[in-house]
């Protein structure tokens, strides 16, 4: 059974940093792609980050020199590292895997992830 752990959401100061983690088992990841997305109270889910299963990374402008997206295909794990937090980044945070292998770049779509995780609130105080 296929399992996405996040953790490492948390209260922060504006322009203080954090870093998500998102731990799956139940099989092995290396060959898809893996993103975060987020959901703000009243707002869809968005797509945040994603990392194909080459390495190349996709950022929603917004976050794009703030955040980093990285994988570590030994340990199964997906790592969301966030500086300079904005008020605006509060939302519940959410790692997914892709449905499709070996795609050259990861998708943006939520409707291509298959595997999601519960969540992990992050909130930024201004």
């Known amino acids: 059974q296929v399992q996405l752990v996040e953790s490492g959401g948390g209260l922060v100061q504006a322009g203080g940093s954090l870093t998500l983690s998102c731990a799956a088992s139940?099989?092995?990841?290396?060959?898809?792609?893996m993103a975060w997305f987020r959901q703000a109270p009243g707002k869809e889910r968005d797509i945040v980050a994603a990392?194909?299963?080459?390495?190349?990374?996709f950022y929603t402008d917004s976050v794009k020199g703030r955040f980093t997206i990285s994988r570590d295909n030994a340990k199964n794990t997906v790592l969301l590292h966030m500086n300079s937090l904005k008020p605006e980044d509060t939302a519940v945070y959410y790692c997914?895997?892709?449905?499709?292998?070996?795609?050259?770049?990861?998708?943006?779509?939520?409707?291509?992830?298959?595997?999601w995780g519960q969540g992990t609130q992050v909130a930024v105080s201004s």
């Open positions: 997914a895997v892709s449905r499709d292998q070996y795609g050259y770049t990861p998708p943006r779509s939520d409707r291509t992830y298959a595997y």
């Open positions: 990392i194909g299963w080459t390495g190349v990374t």
């Open positions: 139940g099989r092995t990841f290396s060959s898809y792609s």
